[in-house]
């Protein structure tokens, strides 16, 4: 995967690196998980944007992700909401052991940058997109689901958003496509 961000420079190991770094931090009820597994190259970190630019966007359940669909991209990201669970010492505080909470408290303040940002997909690689199964599903041409291991809050990203909104979501994301082509 090739990543690319416009303030900060770092390897691609140290983005897996810190990408890693939530789950060690994983919190019980009161906290904000984040996972991501993007095993494509089609993928790549962008500045985190706010949901009025975009051209329709969901919010999880939970209020801490979203889904935007830009013009030629989808952004996965943190809302301001989750950004603001994810730094509250609320977050840290379920974590058994001081080292530990400690050693989490200190990931996530070194990591805040980082989550500041989104994961972008671009829509010329998307074949289609639907409900089904309970999820939201961006399926590439090669039958993968996109974001499909991406954990934003308390569970999967894609399982994360009211079945109106995911299906509201995937048919306007197969509009845009249809549009680039």
């Known amino acids: 995967m090739r990543l690319s961000v416009s303030c900060l420079r770092f390897t691609p190991a140290l983005a897996v690196f810190a990408l890693a770094i939530p789950g060690a931090a994983r919190t019980q009820e ?3 998980h984040v996972s991501v597994h993007v ?3 089609v993928a790549h970190v962008v500045d985190r944007s706010t949901l009025a630019k975009s051209r329709f966007a969901i919010v999880s359940r939970d209020g801490t992700a979203a889904l935007l669909l830009m013009d030629t ?3 996965a990201e ?3 909401t989750g950004l603001e669970r994810m730094n509250s010492r609320q977050a ?3 974590i058994k052991g001081a080292v530990n909470r400690m050693f989490a408290r200190m990931a996530l303040g070194a990591l805040q940058p980082l ?3 989104g994961i972008a997909y671009h829509l010329r690689d998307l074949a289609k997109a639907r409900y089904a199964d309970g ?3 961006l399926v590439r041409s090669n039958g993968e689901e996109v974001f499909a291991d991406t954990e934003i809050g308390h569970g999967p ?3 994360s958003f009211t079945p109106d909104d995911a299906r509201a979501f995937a048919k306007r994301a197969n509009e845009a496509r249809a549009r680039l082509r």
């Open 78 to 80: 943190m809302t301001d």
């Open 115 to 117: 989550f500041d940002h």
């Open 30 to 32: 009161a906290g904000t």
């Open 39 to 41: 095993p494509d190259s």
């Open 73 to 75: 991209t989808i952004v």
């Open 157 to 159: 990203l894609m399982e």
């Open 135 to 137: 999820r939201l599903q």
């Open 92 to 94: 840290t505080d379920t």
